[in-house]
C-alpha cells in the first residue's frame, strides 16, 4: 500500500505544529510533531536532573515509550502536553535536540512511523533529513516579531509565564543555534515551497498547503 507524506518545516514560532494539526485532521492523516518529541526528551532529562549538555547523559531513550494518539503525545503513557511547554524546556530543548544520539533516534523512530501510515509531519529536519522523499515540503517562516507574538498568546492560553520581549530574544538565539548547529541543522530543503506567514492567519496557511497537497494527490494517483 502506498502513504503519503506532508514535511512542515520552520524555525521557532512559525506556527508550524498548529497548521500541520489543522491539515491532518482534514486529510484524516497521522499527525507527527517532532519538536514535541524534542521537548518531551527534554523534560524527561530534566526531571531526571541530567546534564542537558552532555550527550552521553540521553542513555535513557532506550526505555522511553512515546506514542501519539489524535495527534497527542505521551511520555511513559502520561499526555504531556502542557508541561512540554514550559519556559524551562523552551530554553533547553535546542541543546537537547542538538546532541546526534538524541537525533539518531527520534529520526529513526519518526521514520519508522512514516512508514507504514500518512502522516504529516512538522519540524526543523523532515524534508531534508526525515522524509527527503516526502510528496510536499513546505518552509514556513515569519518574522521574528510575529513569531514571538504567537508564542506569547499560546503560552497565556496554557497558562504559562510569559514575556513578549523576552520571547524576541529567545526565539533569536534558537535561530541561530537551530541553524548553525553541526548536525541536521534547521534550513530549507531544495525542492521545499518557503511561505511567509507573517501577515496570513492559521486558516488561510492550513487551506493553502491543503489545496497544494490535494492537487500533488490528484496528479500522482492519476500517473
Not at 73 to 102: C, F, M, Q, W
Not at 138 to 149: D, F, H, K, N, P
Not at 197 to 211: F, L, P, Q, R, W
Amino acid at each position: 500500500m502506498k502513504y503519503y507524506k506532508l514535511a512542515i518545516d520552520g524555525p521557532a514560532g512559525a506556527g508550524k505544529s498548529s497548521v500541520a494539526k489543522m491539515v491532518a485532521r482534514r486529510l484524516h492523516y497521522t499527525y507527527i510533531d517532532t519538536g514535541a518529541m524534542y521537548r518531551a526528551i527534554t523534560y524527561k532529562a530534566m526531571k531526571l536532573n541530567l546534564d542537558l549538555a552532555d550527550p552521553n547523559q540521553f542513555g535513557f531513550l532506550d526505555e522511553t515509550e512515546m506514542k501519539f494518539i489524535d495527534g497527542i503525545l505521551y511520555l511513559d503513557g502520561k499526555n504531556i502536553t502542557v508541561p512540554i511547554r514550559s519556559n524551562e524546556v523552551n530554553n533547553n530543548v535546542s541543546v537537547v535536540a542538538s546532541h546526534v544520539p538524541v537525533r539518531n533516534k527520534l529520526v529513526s523512530l519518526q521514520q519508522m512511523i512514516a512508514k507504514n501510515s500518512n502522516v504529516v509531519m512538522d519540524g526543523r529536519d523532515i524534508g531534508t533529513i526525515v522524509l527527503p522523499d516526502a510528496d510536499l515540503k513546505i518552509y514556513m517562516s515569519a518574522t521574528v516579531e510575529e513569531r514571538a507574538r504567537r508564542r506569547h498568546e499560546e503560552n497565556r492560553t496554557l497558562g504559562i509565564k510569559s514575556d513578549y520581549q523576552a520571547l524576541i530574544e529567545e526565539i533569536k538565539r534558537r535561530d541561530l543555534f537551530d541553524s548553525s548547529r553541526n548536525y541536521n541543522p534547521l534550513r530549507k530543503a531544495e525542492d521545499a515551497v518557503f511561505l511567509d506567514t507573517s501577515k496570513m492567519d492559521i486558516n488561510e496557511v492550513a487551506d493553502k498547503i491543503y489545496e497544494m497537497f490535494m492537487d500533488i494527490l490528484k496528479t500522482k494517483r492519476s500517473e
